[in-house]
């Protein structure tokens, strides 16, 4: 490993950047994720019918396809750098948990795009009132943060495989669930189902992204 490397902070920023430059210049990842979100949405609620206004279903719903649009947005962080054998020279020029760092954030903000563009477009074609901004803002933003985290570690441990888009959304999911689980319940309780029941999941979402924050950073060199 080199020893002149800069500061932690600038190396993770330095990550970063490098993923929102490439990004800007292609802008694949965030055109395919919204697209596959926006076909999922228009489908959706054309075929739940008078379902579509129940909270529950809603939220549910609504979780399943920003799952399966993480999955498309996660899964070519670390392909671009084997397709570019760029991977190689990140090890020598940066620490492997500024690595993960800056890959979480460059993941956390293609999430954020992606929810901020499909929440609204979700809301109104189902016909939702959203009833807790404040809590539903709360539970996107910890959610996508779990879901950064872990799908970065994911994106890393398979990134040279064969299908890797298939095989990380089977992987992803059991790693996913506890934290989609609690963020159904807790955007039911922002639509307007179970009046008490918004507290104890924010709390675990709170936690689960901790967590996986913190897994990431101690284990990234072991899987990378």
């Given at each position: 490993?080199?020893?002149?490397?800069?500061?932690?902070?600038?190396?993770?920023?330095?990550?970063?950047?490098?993923?929102?430059?490439?990004?800007?210049?292609?802008?694949?990842?965030?055109?395919?994720?919204?697209?596959?979100?926006?076909?999922?949405?228009?489908?959706?609620?054309?075929?739940?019918?008078?379902?579509?206004?129940?909270?529950?279903?809603?939220?549910?719903?609504?979780?399943?396809?920003?799952?399966?649009?993480?999955?498309?947005?996660?899964?070519?962080?670390?392909?671009?750098?084997?397709?570019?054998?760029?991977?190689?020279?990140?090890?020598?020029?940066?620490?492997?948990?500024?690595?993960?760092?800056?890959?979480?954030?460059?993941?956390?903000?293609?999430?954020?795009?992606?929810?901020?563009?499909?929440?609204?477009?979700?809301?109104?074609?189902?016909?939702?009132?959203?009833?807790?901004?404040?809590?539903?803002?709360?539970?996107?933003?910890?959610?996508?943060?779990?879901?950064?985290?872990?799908?970065?570690?994911?994106?890393?441990?398979?990134?040279?495989?064969?299908?890797?888009?298939?095989?990380?959304?089977?992987?992803?999911f059991p790693l996913f669930s506890?934290?989609?689980?609690?963020?159904?319940?807790?955007?039911?309780?922002?639509?307007?189902?179970?009046?008490?029941?918004?507290?104890?999941?924010?709390?675990?979402?709170?936690?689960?992204?901790?967590?996986?924050?913190?897994?990431?950073?101690?284990?990234?060199?072991?899987?990378?």
């Amino acid at each position: 490993m080199a020893t002149n490397k800069s500061p932690w902070a600038r190396q993770v920023w330095a990550v970063a950047r490098k993923d929102f430059q490439a990004e800007w210049r292609t802008r694949h990842a965030v055109v395919t994720t919204l697209a596959f979100a926006v076909i999922a949405l228009s489908v959706t609620s054309l075929s739940v019918g008078s379902l579509r206004s129940e909270p529950t279903l809603a939220a549910g719903l609504f979780w399943v396809i920003l799952f399966f649009s993480s999955v498309i947005a996660l899964g070519r962080t670390f392909v671009k750098e084997e397709d570019a054998q760029t991977a190689n020279l990140l090890r020598l020029t940066a620490e492997p948990t500024a690595v993960f760092a800056g890959k979480v954030l460059f993941n956390f903000a293609l999430l954020v795009i992606v929810a901020v563009v499909t929440l609204p477009l979700f809301v109104t074609l189902m016909g939702l009132t959203v009833e807790h901004i404040g809590s539903l803002t709360l539970v996107v933003f910890f959610t996508t943060v779990a879901m950064a985290a872990m799908g970065t570690i994911l994106g890393a441990m398979l990134s040279k495989a064969q299908s890797r888009i298939a095989i990380l959304g089977v992987a992803a999911f059991p790693l996913f669930s506890p934290a989609l689980a609690a963020a159904l319940q807790a955007t039911a309780f922002a639509f307007g189902a179970n009046p008490s029941g918004g507290r104890e999941p924010l709390q675990f979402l709170f936690a689960y992204g901790g967590i996986s924050v913190l897994t990431g950073l101690l284990l990234f060199d072991e899987v990378w």
